[in-house]
């Protein structure tokens, strides 16, 4: 399966700020996915990221929001724009494994918004 | 409107105290069940996959089952390694959507 680095790992942000979280896959994928896990809530769908296309953004969330970027068949940026604290979640990447529907996740960039 | 329901939201078990944790979804064109083991600071790692009801998966202490409207995973003599959160999702026609998870916790 493929291995997932996300960074940062954590970060404390400014409300009014924004960050860009990178997604980096040690193999090529077609389909990259961002999830947001938010305290005592399931993880939630916010986009999904093909290469040479446009995000394609599930009900509830904007790209001037979280714009993201998908430069090539392994690499993937989301950036949460302009964040208050309702932005502090997880951050997931995920790929779906050739062949399957199973999905493999990165280990999360946990951002808390003061 | 595709939904998944895991219960219960926590469980506290003493090592070697089987049990089982529930997943009820209601979804317009399953396309699978998986379930997931998330651990602290990490993201979900897969587990197992269910397609059809009646199918039955096993991984070491571990038995998911699947019937038209709720999967179960079984846990058989559980041990502290296998404290984490356990999530459960549904494929429909285009993605996966998770239910909120049962953290269980094993005490020796």
């Known amino acids: 399966s493929a291995v997932i680095s996300q960074k940062p790992s954590r970060d404390i942000c400014q409300r009014g700020t924004s960050l860009t979280i990178q997604c980096q896959v040690d193999?090529?994928?077609?389909?990259m996915f961002w999830y947001r896990q938010q305290p005592g809530q399931s993880l939630t769908l916010i986009a999904t990221a093909n290469q040479g296309s446009e995000a394609t953004y599930e009900s509830g969330f904007v790209i001037d929001k979280f714009p993201i970027s998908r430069p090539n068949l392994t690499f993937s940026t989301l950036t949460v724009s302009n964040m208050s604290p309702e932005d502090s979640s997880i951050y997931l990447c995920?790929?779906?494994?050739?062949?399957?529907?199973?999905?493999?996740f990165g280990a999360g960039s946990r951002l808390t918004v003061l | 409107e595709d939904q998944v329901t895991q219960s219960p939201e926590a469980l506290r078990l003493q090592e070697g105290e089987s049990s089982s944790l529930n997943c009820s979804y209601t979804?317009?064109?399953?396309?699978?069940l998986f379930w997931y083991r998330q651990d602290p600071g990490k993201g979900p790692e897969f587990l197992f996959t269910l397609y059809s009801a009646g199918e039955e998966k096993e991984k070491e202490r571990l038995k998911a089952t699947l019937t038209k409207k709720e999967s179960f995973l079984h846990i058989t003599a559980p041990k502290p390694e296998d404290s984490a959160t356990y999530l459960c999702a549904v494929y429909n026609t285009d993605k996966l959507i998770f239910g909120t998870g049962t953290r269980l916790q094993v005490f020796p």
């Open positions: 979804v317009s064109g399953l396309r699978g």
């Open positions: 995920s790929v779906r494994v050739s062949g399957a529907n199973v999905l493999t």
């Open positions: 193999s090529q994928v077609t389909m």
